[in-house]
């Protein structure tokens, strides 16, 4: 923060802004290291050391590093790229820092064993752009992710950030800057697609003086994590986001509630408050302008039902998070009695571009109810697993295959699962349905916060039933007695039926079991608890009966319907499934084809996963 | 190891010689007690590691010295002698606490043997109690413990709203809540007991038990279940010995399953004190343990 002082005006920022562009070079080569969750995982903070000691070694101080937020492509992690080019390599280790820095940086050639080949085409991409996983996406709130360094916010300024905030304190009316928000039509990301503009407007109108914000972090859905990525990635547009908010509402108080497994955004986050406090983005009198505002960061402690709204409140109050009835709704009686205004990180991100660049731009985008652009976690049985940002009304054909370049070991697509335990799984027959919040409900799930697990083949759908049920009946608070008993009950036949127990009537029974949580529930999670078990009734009858009747798991995942058999056709005897067997089941001399003794065997897997001739094979059997 | 004692009680005088002349030789210390009350008093004044007991001594007396010198001293092996062995006797003397029955007329092994099976419990029953009785130590009775919560409190000025992250921030210097913190927190903060007690129970990232010197989160999120991530938890579970949500009893691990950690592209995931591998599969769990061992 050396070369920072205190913004004491609008002017202050643009002279900032223009100094540290002019100090850029735009042709300088700049090296940014992906430092998101995923690369972190494969040892990217290595790298990043590793490339400081060779720059330094060469005497090439000048040349920036950078460890940025996630660059979405966590399959192919560690991510490097290279400006101003923008060539991308992936899969980099520490044995490549030596060449990328002859070559790259100081010659300028791509190295291409580093380079992203296209697996259907064969194609070679040179940059981030090429790659077809980048190439259709269309990033607004990722636009900062992998460019800037979240932990500077000199580098947020120099690509702009704090625009936005100078435009609204600079020339706009709270009312305006509502107005604008309702007109791009953004609607709530964190789920149930709340009008953005509309909730701000009525927690305007609430006559109490005092009022808070509050940004939803508590991303519990399980295969959600575009959330955890803005705020590792871009903490600053958040920030300016709540602000800009905040002054549109009259809110003087904001909070930040991050979820407890995300220590990276935690820090991410308070060092970005830090700095907004210190040059007076934050705090009093936010750049001249007379608004006060502030924002603390409550940690989260683990609970998926503090993702509702009043359950989050109660959190941050310091109690547990257990929800109350709405009305009166949070814009009328909040945090300490008072109007709260929650949005989801994704939606407060939303905010700056919108107030740059303006409304119409943000509602040309999407579809006819749903605008701009949402973030996905495109994960499960995918090849290029990772976050996208793709524009509403994308198909989910184009994000599967064209995005994600096709489910696993090509095999056949099931269903993708969207909106986390409160969604559903649509069948493959559906792909082609385009994603948005009314697209998405017609087809019996939400959008949720933007989670897509794509099954295949190998995916039971009773299993999935079964575990959404299970994860919810753990996550229940308790409160009210259908979610609680409701929920249990389903979990207790959905077992029964994995088990190879169930009965005929089962089916019938989670019906009516399933309609009675979803009326009677107190609050989201248990009216939209039964929705795992209702879409895949609806589209997966056949796995629930075949399960129940033939006593057979078509998916070969229930352990009580499968057996594991070595087929001795294609047994090369090469011992690994020897060695990998916990219990010793397996046995024979080497280049035999191996026994496997059924009665040691715990059907745990391990020798399938390690086979490497499909030779073992999961069978499914008949039990009397 | 210190020379382990033994107090004999036997009546025939051959007998007894034959025993101080073996367990003396098998490297015991052997003590010899006259009568029934001195056997009692001997116990009270100088308890030895485990006592030898010949229940017929005059008068009848066996049965009763044998519930005295037990209950005088419960977790004391006594190993009751009998001329003539009965079933009847065996269980009566059972019932009075005694460690094992055994014949006169069966040899000095046997008694070796069970002397030696006696002795290993009480040796493991006393490790135990170590054991415990440090836990408490840690548990309750730590002043610095305590001065370290007090400190965290003092942070945010004992401010009640901020009672969750205190809570958090006790947590993760101690490992885990121990019942003297959440009663300290409570008096400190003027809050009741019950809501603190609530939170640390409503919230999953508390734990009230001692956490693992390793803690090892498996992922349980949709994309990790999908791809097998059950399958490792259960991997881990046969590795450890131990369900998901406990420790193992060296203390060393804990095995816990989480609800996604939002690395879904890397499924199936786990983490062991904050260090994520992804990927995984059955086969990599014991390489990886092994390097935490």
Known sequence: MATTTRLASLADLEALRKRLVQAHDPKAVSISICAGTGCRAHGSMDLFDEFRRQLEERGLEHVELRATGCHGFCERGPLVVIFPKKIFYHGVEVRHVAEIIEKTVRQGEAIESLLYKDPVTGEVCLLEDEVPFYARQQRIVFRNNGKIDPTSIEDYIAVGGYGALAKALGGMKPAGIIGEIKKSGLRGRGGAGFPTGVKWELCRKQPSEEKYIICNGDEGDPGAFMDRSIMEGDPHAVLEGMTIGAFAIGARKGFIYVRAEYPLAVSNLTCALEQSREVGLLGENILGSGFDFDVDIVRGAGAFVCGEETALMASVEGREGRPRPRPPFPVECGLWGKPTNINNVETWANVPPIIEKGSDWYASLGTAKSKGTKVFSLVGKVKNTGLIEVQMGTTLREIVYDIGGGVLKDKELKAVQTGGPSGGCIPAHLIDVPVDFEELAKAGSIMGSGGLIVMDEDTCMVDVARYFVEFLEEESCGKCTPCREGVKRMREILTRICGGEGRPGDIDLLEELAIAVKEASLCGLGSTAPNPVLTTLNYFRDEYEAHIFDKRCPAKVCKALIVYRVVPEKCTGCQRCVRACPVNAISGPRSQPHNLDQSKCIKCGACYEVCRFDAIAGDAIYVE | ?293
């Open chain 2, 1 to 293: 190891m210190a020379v382990l004692s033994v107090l004999v009680l036997e009546t025939r005088k051959k007998h007894r010689d034959r025993l101080r002349g073996k367990l003396g030789a098998a490297g015991y210390e052997v003590r010899l007690a006259e009568s029934g009350p001195a056997l009692i008093s001997e116990v009270a004044a100088a308890r030895p590691h485990a006592v030898v007991l010949d229940i017929d001594l005059p008068g009848g007396d066996g049965l009763h010295v044998l519930k005295a010198v037990h209950d005088a001293a419960p977790d004391l092996p006594i190993i009751v002698e009998a001329g003539e062995p009965t079933v009847e006797e065996a269980v009566e003397v059972m019932r009075r606490g005694a460690f094992n029955y055994i014949s006169k007329r069966s040899p000095v092994e046997t008694l070796l043997h069970v002397l030696s099976q006696a002795l290993e419990r009480e040796r493991m029953e006393a490790e135990t109690k170590e054991k415990a009785r440090e836990h408490k130590i840690r548990t309750f009775d730590d002043p610095a413990s305590l001065a370290v919560v007090d400190r965290i409190l003092a942070r945010h000025h004992y401010s009640d709203s901020m009672l969750i992250s205190y809570m958090q921030d006790v947590q993760q210097e101690l490992r885990y809540l121990p019942q003297e913190a959440l009663r300290f927190i409570a008096r400190r903060l003027n809050v009741s007991l019950p809501r603190v007690y609530g939170i640390a129970t409503f919230y999953k990232s508390f734990s009230l038990k001692p956490r693992g010197k390793y803690v090892i989160q498996v992922c349980m999120g949709t994309a990790c279940h999908v791809r097998g991530g059950g399958r490792i938890l259960e991997s881990f579970e046969r590795e450890l010995g131990v369900p998901a949500g406990e420790t193992t009893y060296d203390e060393r691990f804990s095995l816990e399953s989480v609800r996604c950690v939002g690395c879904c592209g890397l499924a199936p995931v786990f983490i062991i004190n904050g260090k994520f591998y992804g990927n995984m599969t059955q086969e990599q769990v014991p390489r990886i343990l092994a390097k935490y061992e």
